[in-house]
């Protein structure tokens, strides 16, 4: 077997594989402290108390694709950090305002806790926001052109957006009475919202991208790849159905959440599939960013263990925090 070859591509896959868990799993948490500001004050405890056993554990994903990529692409993450070094520090400073906010705000008094609540609103949009920049920067290869920044900023827009709709299909299922009605109307209205970006970034992925447009839009590759996108419309389709009725509150609360879950995997793979096999587009393979062989091994090792603990801790503990969420409360 030529490890030189294949092992680059199990890493490249679990790195998809982690960085599309991350999204989904702090996607929402990040979503329900973008809404927060929509809630009254005892929804709100609500809302933190229906991510407040999760969210930690949802961005140990980030810290492991992070170190995936420093340690197995050692090359790309020079390249990519590189260009990407503001941004990353002010993510950075979103982390730790969230964090601090999300515990202070549960012990601090009347006076305080509007304070703690705004930073925790300002971090998880802070988050999100360059988190879309640093996509749509990736994706147009750092590219100087005024178009790649127009686009970077479309990208910008739509990771929040997306983050919001998760969220509020996240609220319908784990919450009840008016905070659940206000979660559904929050989730139709921001559908909308995703499927216009959405749609204005699939026009617009072409034309600051030749190689994306060569991959997508050129024959048999239009009829191979088709599938994809066809199944996304139909996952968003299908949860704009089920938002526009009301008995999505009682029957099939989690429908909703699960077809946005399928979307963002089908995005994920649509992405994988456009730059593959660059680690950095038109720029780096993943075979000329990959570290040595016994590097990767010792890493295949590492994560052979790691990867499955925190899978097997993540099912618990959303196992053992099923049902409605209530008030997060610290003894």
């Not at 008094?109 to 926001?129: E, P, Q, R, T, V």
């Not at 996509?135 to 686009?151: E, Q, S, W």
């Not at 216009?196 to 991208?209: E, K, N, Q, R």
């Not at 009682?250 to 959440?257: I, L």
């Amino acid at each position: 077997m030529d490890w030189n070859y294949w092992l680059p591509l199990v890493f490249l896959g679990l790195l998809g594989f982690v960085m599309t868990v991350y999204v989904v799993l702090d996607g929402f948490d990040l979503g329900v402290g973008m809404l927060m500001p929509r809630a009254k004050a005892d929804e709100q405890n609500v809302m933190v108390g229906s991510i407040g056993p999760f969210w930690d554990a949802n961005e140990t994903w980030l810290v492991l694709g992070v170190g995936v990529l420093f340690i197995v692409f050692p090359k790309a993450h020079n390249i990519i950090l590189g260009n990407l070094y503001l941004p990353v520090t002010f993510m950075l400073f979103s982390v730790i305002v969230r964090g601090a906010a999300f515990d202070f705000r549960v012990k601090a008094d009347d006076n305080h806790k509007d304070l703690w609540n705004i930073a925790f609103m300002l971090g998880s949009a802070g988050m999100a926001l360059t988190q879309g920049w640093m996509l749509g920067r990736y994706v147009t290869a750092f590219g100087t052109h005024p178009l790649d920044y127009l686009f970077s900023l479309g990208i910008m827009a739509t990771v929040p957006a997306v983050y919001v709709l998760l969220a509020a299909c996240w609220l319908i299922a784990k919450t009840e009475g008016e905070l659940q009605k206000k979660a559904r109307q929050w989730a139709n209205e921001s559908w909308w919202l995703v499927v216009g970006c959405l749609l204005l970034i699939s026009l617009a992925t072409p034309f600051v991208s030749n190689s994306i447009f060569q991959r997508w839009f050129t024959m048999p590759n239009l009829l191979w790849l088709a599938p994809i996108p066809l199944l996304s419309v139909f996952c968003l389709l299908r949860a704009k159905l089920l938002l526009s009725r009301e008995s999505v509150l009682q029957q099939g609360v989690w429908q909703p959440f699960a077809l946005l879950t399928a979307t963002l995997i089908l995005c994920a793979l649509g992405l994988g599939i456009s730059v593959f096999p660059y680690a950095v587009i038109d720029q780096l393979t993943v075979w000329e960013a990959a570290a040595s062989v016994p590097t990767l091994v010792v890493t295949l090792i590492g994560v052979g263990i790691t990867v499955p603990c925190i899978v097997a801790y993540s099912i618990f503990s959303y196992w053992a925090f099923r049902g409605k969420a209530t008030t997060l409360t610290y003894g």
